[in-house]
């Protein structure tokens, strides 16, 4: 996986570069370009993987992470946040700030969306299983990369005009990146044993306290 997105990336470069590949459709940029449909192709995987996994594991309160990564699509797909985003910075009025009004109804959106999707998943946390709340700790760090490259980094390449090229390859190159990682890992969500698997999170918080507690 991260083999193909570092392709992805080279060739979004050498057409920087204007050596070769001068095609729209293969800068990682671009609507409806390569890299995106590939970054739909994972995340219509990671979906069918959670189901799969809450039907194998037996684990219903994965159904939860299905619906957030439901809208990853939809969003990625219909451009959810910037047609919305736009239709609110054009009907409102937004404060001057370093955000463009566009970028501020982006962000209205994702946060809204983020709000809903995550307290969906919040209310399921203390009901759920020690393993789904275990997977829900791992999935929270890699989406964490998500929202910082797709959320943070968006914004800021929204709302200044220096270094587009690069805002956008860091952008656009982080979430194809971090889109890879979480189908990795519900990969092996799926296909291990549950009593076999060894949680990202856990791992991590157990040798911190083992070395420092």
Known sequence: MLAV??????IHCLKLLNICFDRPFFSIEEDRGLAE???YTQELAIV????????????KALYAWVALFVYVVADDAFSIHENVGKYLSDSGEFAPSFFRPQDIGELIVSGSAGLILFSLIGLCYPRGSSAFRSITHD???LFSGLVFFGVFVDSIH???NAFTGELGLIEDGGELVVISLILVYVWAVFSVPMEKQVRVVD???SSVRARFF
Do not use: M, N
């Open 37 to 39: 449909l590939i970054q």
């Open 158 to 160: 929204g709302a200044i």
């Open 48 to 59: 069918v993987l959670l189901i799969l996994s809450a039907i194998r594991h037996k684990i």
């Open 5 to 10: 997105d570092l392709a992805l990336v080279v």
């Open 203 to 205: 791992g991590i918080w």
């Open 139 to 141: 999935i929270i760090l």
